[in-house]
């Protein structure tokens, strides 16, 4: 009999005449609660998030467990790492103004529309990881370049965003999710795909939840840098 431990790692779950890996559904759903919590403003959205990171890098760095590809998507992988890296910066800028007083509806940051200089950043950065992840994927043979390089940059766009708290971060995720949903259904991915939907439905609600918050919440801590006005866009 499998320990709970095994089947995390080998387990799969019996769908028709398939079956699912264990950790491409767990993954999924830490994922999924990271953004949930992303959306409330919850500084736990970091560490839960890091957990489906691990989850959903062990999957993608081995195609095989797709059962249509053999050849890893580093493209996805890759922003695993990302989001491991950026998730900790994250944890820490949210847990620095959340224990310096918050946002004034008890949200650890308080979400604001990101001025023109920052925007053309998210432009730049953008082309440049597009241009650097895609030359890296056509060297190491990820499985499909043109669009993982795509899921990869606007993932880091994203996720950067999101530790910023510009409401802007909801709209990239709507272009990866484009991407990345037809992505994985041709790779095979059908969990992540179909979890890829699922968020398309709460990066649509979170968009309007902090559209909705940068007109009325406000920074409560003294540090200079959040004590900027809110001015939507």
Not at 75 to 84: I, S
Not at 120 to 130: A, E, I, K, R
Not at 173 to 191: Q, S
Request: a negative charge; hydrophobic letters at 55%.
């Amino acid at each position: 009999m499998m320990t709970l431990i095994e089947w995390l790692i080998h387990g799969t779950i019996p769908v028709g005449d398939g079956a699912l890996s264990v950790r491409e559904v767990v993954g999924n759903l830490f994922g999924l609660a990271s953004a949930v919590l992303g959306m409330r403003r919850f500084v736990w959205a970091w560490p839960v998030g890091l957990v489906g990171n691990v989850l959903l890098f062990t999957v993608f760095a081995t195609g095989e467990l797709s059962g249509t590809v053999a050849e890893p998507l580093w493209g996805q992988a890759g922003r695993q790492v990302f989001f491991a890296a950026v998730s900790v910066y994250g944890w820490w800028r949210w847990s620095q103004l959340s224990s310096a007083g918050g946002a004034s509806d008890g949200g650890a940051i308080a979400p604001r529309w990101a001025t023109w200089p920052e925007r053309m950043q998210l432009v730049v950065l953008g082309v440049v990881g597009y241009a650097v992840a895609y030359a890296v994927l056509m060297q190491i043979g990820s499985w499909g370049p043109t669009t993982e390089a795509w899921i990869l940059a606007g993932s880091m766009l994203a996720t950067y965003g999101m530790a910023r708290g510009w409401v802007e971060f909801w709209l990239v995720w709507v272009l990866v999710d484009i991407v990345g949903v037809t992505t994985l259904i041709k790779a095979g991915y059908l969990p992540t795909a179909g979890m890829y939907l699922v968020y398309a439905v709460f990066v649509v609600i979170g968009f309007f939840v902090w559209w909705r918050a940068s007109r009325t919440v406000v920074e409560t801590t003294d540090t200079d840098e959040v004590q900027r006005e809110q001015v939507p866009a």
